[in-house]
């Protein structure tokens, strides 16, 4: 079962929340899927979640990319939940470390699946810890850009009817860099506030 660890209110109404657990478990609207520009879902977050959502995610992911070519940072995807408790999956392609202009692709990453949930009029939605597997991606930056993300995508969309948005790790080391961050970001908040 998953657990929240900590809870964020932003100004408005929407809650930030820190999960441990597994994605695919989620009973949210929507699910973000760390993807390839392809979406093939072959390992990692996306192979579990085409594994436990079953064929129809591959299927309609292949007939994503025949439709609009492939998947760019921020403009993701979207599929039905397939056999997941979740309305939809949305693919978002985080960036491969080493490749360039890796912090502006994953924020662009985050915000386009967020504007995207508000676009499928989503109330709530769980991230995985998008580029931080076998992407490569470092997790203490990656986690105060996702941050950062979560609090400019608000900031900048006020009107958002996003209610809850989820950060979801799934392992402990995962959730202890995260965490950290995560509490730097929003105790030094609060404090000052």
Not at 45 to 58: D, K, S, Y
Not at 75 to 95: D, E, K, Q
Not at 116 to 130: E, K, M, N, R, W
Request: charged share 20%; net charge negative.
């Amino acid at each position: 079962m998953n657990q929240v660890i900590s809870e964020h209110i932003l100004e408005l109404r929407s809650r930030l929340q820190i999960v441990q657990g597994d994605i695919t478990k989620e009973v949210v609207d929507a699910i973000v899927n760390a993807a390839n520009a392809q979406l093939k879902h072959g390992g990692g977050v996306a192979g579990a979640i085409a594994g436990r959502g079953g064929p129809q995610i591959q299927a309609e992911s292949d007939s994503w990319v025949l439709e609009h070519g492939p998947v760019r940072p921020e403009s993701p995807a979207y599929t039905s939940g397939g056999n997941l408790p979740c309305r939809y999956v949305i693919h978002t392609v985080g960036p491969v470390w080493g490749e360039g202009d890796e912090d502006y692709k994953l924020g662009a990453a985050i915000m386009g699946a967020l504007k995207l949930g508000d676009h499928l009029a989503v109330s709530s939605i769980s991230f995985p810890a998008v580029s931080t597997g076998i992407y490569g991606f470092p997790k203490e930056q990656a986690a105060a850009i996702i941050l950062r993300a979560f609090q400019n995508y608000f900031t900048k969309y006020p009107e958002s009817k996003l209610e809850v948005v989820r950060l979801i790790l799934f392992d402990q080391e995962s959730l202890d860099i995260f965490y950290r961050i995560w509490n730097s970001t929003f105790k030094s908040r609060e404090s000052a506030g």
